[in-house]
C-alpha cells in the first residue's frame, strides 16, 4: 500500500521561510517524477514544484526563485524548502508522483502566512 505523508507545515509570517517533508513508503520512491502540489481554499490543486529521478527541477513562475525542491532517493524522502512566503502561499500542500496519482494523496501539510 502506498503512503505519501507530507509533515511540516505551520503559520508563518510574510517573508519567512518553512520546509516542508514528504515520506514516501510503498513505492520505489526512485523510479519516479515526484512533486510538491498545493491547494488553496476555493482553487484547484496546482503543481508548484517537480523533481526528476535524477535530480533536475522545474517550478512553478509563482514560486520560482523562492522554493527549492529536493529528494533522497536512498530514505524516499523528499523536502520542499519555502523562502520569501507571502500570502498567496497559503493553502494545502500535498507531494506526489508526477503526473500524480489519485490514489496516492495523503493529507497533506496546511501552510498558512499571515501577520
Known amino acids: 500500500q502506498v503512503q505519501l505523508v507530507e509533515s511540516g507545515g505551520g503559520l508563518v509570517q510574510p517573508g519567512g521561510s518553512l520546509r516542508l517533508s514528504c515520506a514516501a513508503s510503498?513505492?520505489?520512491?526512485?523510479?519516479?517524477?515526484m512533486g510538491w502540489y498545493r491547494q488553496a481554499p476555493g482553487k484547484q490543486r496546482e503543481l508548484v514544484a517537480r523533481i526528476t529521478i535524477g535530480g533536475a527541477t522545474i517550478y512553478a513562475d509563482s514560486v520560482k526563485g523562492r522554493f527549492t525542491i529536493s529528494r533522497d532517493n536512498a530514505k524516499s524522502t523528499m523536502s520542499l524548502q519555502m523562502n520569501s512566503l507571502n500570502a498567496d502561499d497559503t493553502a494545502v500542500y500535498y507531494c506526489n508522483t508526477v503526473p500524480s496519482n489519485n490514489n496516492y494523496w495523503g493529507q497533506g501539510t496546511q501552510v498558512t502566512v499571515s501577520s
Open positions: 510503498g513505492i520505489i520512491f526512485r523510479y519516479n517524477y
